[in-house]
């Protein structure tokens, strides 16, 4: 009897594997995701708990009162704004609107994994671009895309370099796509970003018909548990989404907390400061015990662990785990001597420091 078997694409996704060991419930330091340190806003808790006595009705399949909240917070039309579990669902349900066997899907090295795996559950084959020096470099991208290109994503800034490319490169990314190429724009750390030069997007949605920029709450806003995205886009891109996503894909409370989490400007102002004071910090205080530190612009930085035979990343990983801290390794990536490090509470942050001090000393 012949057996079932997925999609050839399906069979090379590895799995997401956390960093927390399985069946290990000592308190961590956990640094391997890239979470707000802070936590949520209390207006968005607040909401949350409120909600609580809604959870046997379906939440609102036309999420109208997020997308208006959304709309405000950034002067946009409600009607171009597209809610989902996540920009990760987003991310994947444009591949599968979009693309197919036979079609191409053009990410970067380096970038988000998450837009090789929709290209593969979509049945399409991702084309990488190479980067430089972990930036992503637009003219290579440009020289990939051909007509069986359907989708482009870029993430900007990146994760998991930290890493960015500015408004006019962007621009030129555009321009040099094919205009049957949707550019989906992944700006989940854009809020992180204090550079003059660059753009989420909006503006691109703006000028052009085949642009798409999606977003998160669950860096800024500290609502990862919840898996809360949105997206702007043309009309025509945005109906076709809704055409495709779960009718109540994003829940009761879900909606209610990223409401009230646009309402708290005092919480994003705190946020946006911690990271401020920390990320240098930390960048700092790693490049004095001999990493290299690549510059980042968002909540967590790339360091590149020497190539001293006596250490290598899976010693320094099992010295940190020794005491009680994780890290993400991005071997996954192509980068097997790199580690991605989140910026975390002041104590986590020092923490982190003083037991890397003890094994690079």
Known sequence: MELLSPRSGVSQIKPYRPAHPEGDDRSWIDLSLTVNPLGPSQKAINAYRLAAGQIHRYPDSLQVALRRAIARSFELDPDRIVCAAGSDELIQLACLAYAGPGDEIL???????????????AGATPVIAKERDMVVDVEAMIELATDRTKICYLANPNNPTGTYIAADAVQRLRAGLPSHTLLVIDAAYAEYVRRNNYTCGIDLVDSADNVLMVRTFSKLHGLAGLRVGWGYGPTGVIDVLNQVRGAFNVSVPAQAAAV??????????????????????????????????????????????????????????????????????????????????????????RALVAALGEILA
Not at 107 to 121: I, L
């Open 107 to 121: 990410c970067h090295e380096n970038g988000y994994q998450g837009f090789q795996k929709a290209a593969r559950v």
């Open 260 to 349: 009230a989490a646009l309402s708290d400007d005092e919480h994003e102002e705190r946020t946006l400061a911690h990271n401020a004071q920390w990320l240098p910090w930390l960048t700092a205080e790693l490049q004095q015990l001999g990493l290299r530190v690549y510059p980042s612009v968002c909540n967590f930085i790339l360091v590149r662990v020497p190539t001293d035979p006596s250490l290598g990343v899976a010693t320094v990983v099992e010295h940190l785990a020794r005491r009680s801290i994780l890290v993400k390794t991005v071997a996954e990536y192509g980068m097997p001597d790199c580690l991605r490090i989140t910026v975390g509470q002041e104590d986590e942050n």
